[in-house]
T-cell receptor, first 109, second 114 residues
């Protein structure tokens, strides 16, 4: 059964303090790995899709990378507005996603 | 260009009542997905529908839950005889084709059973 584990569960950083979030996955055949951002009271907002080991994608202060067993979401010089829960997910089939529990990121000014 | 619209945003039901959650997909999207997010838990897939067809309902509880996506109108997730354990945020997502990928989520309906 496909599984996704995210760590840490929660992370507090000072503004400007860079760090990384981890997403480990176990899948029978990788069809892609997705990163979403979720703000309180809102639905997940799509960030990135990664399809193969070695792939990297960037958006503003975020960079996602993928290996054969895990993905990292690097956040560089974060700002308070980057505070959110970050979710990763894998699709065991074309029709659904298996999500991790998320990492709750708080950036203090 | 409205996104995925869900209503109501908040729904309070007493135990034993019925809850109806509605989802209007993005314009041009014919695939709808329902997910549930229980307190302190991750998002869990419930059901995938196309117009007038349920494609995958492997995540739906066997009793009391049903979903439809009629030819006209929104997709409906229906929960009969609600219990306290049904309290959760229910999210709908839509895509134009099978996911490819990163389909768009709505803002969710927060169901509270009292």
């Amino acid at each position: 059964e496909d599984q996704v584990t995210q760590s840490p569960e929660a992370l507090r950083l000072q503004e400007g303090e860079s760090s990384s979030l981890n997403c480990s996955y176990t899948v029978s055949g990788l069809r892609g790995l997705f990163w979403y951002r979720q703000d309180p009271g809102k639905g997940p907002e799509f960030l990135f899709t990664l399809y193969s080991a070695g792939e990297e994608k960037e958006k503003e202060r975020l960079k996602a990378t993928l290996t054969k067993k895990e993905s990292f979401l690097h956040i560089t010089a974060p700002k308070p507005e980057d505070s959110a829960t970050y979710l990763c997910a894998v699709p065991p089939t074309d029709q659904k996603l298996v999500f991790g529990q998320g990492t709750r990121l708080t950036i203090n000014p | 260009n409205a996104g995925v619209m869900q209503n109501p945003r908040h729904l309070v039901r007493r135990r034993g009542q019925e809850a109806r959650l509605r989802c209007s997909p993005m314009k041009g999207h014919s695939h709808v997905y329902w997910y549930r997010q229980l307190p302190e838990e991750g998002l869990k897939f419930m059901v995938y529908l196309q117009k007038e067809n349920i494609i995958d309902e492997s995540g739906m509880p066997k009793e009391r839950f049903s979903a439809e996506f009629p030819k006209e109108g929104p997709s409906i997730l229906r929960i009969q005889q609600v219990v306290r354990g049904d309290s959760a945020a229910y999210f709908c997502a839509s895509s134009r084709d099978t996911p490819n990928y990163g389909y768009t989520f709505g803002s969710g309906t927060r169901l509270t059973v009292v």
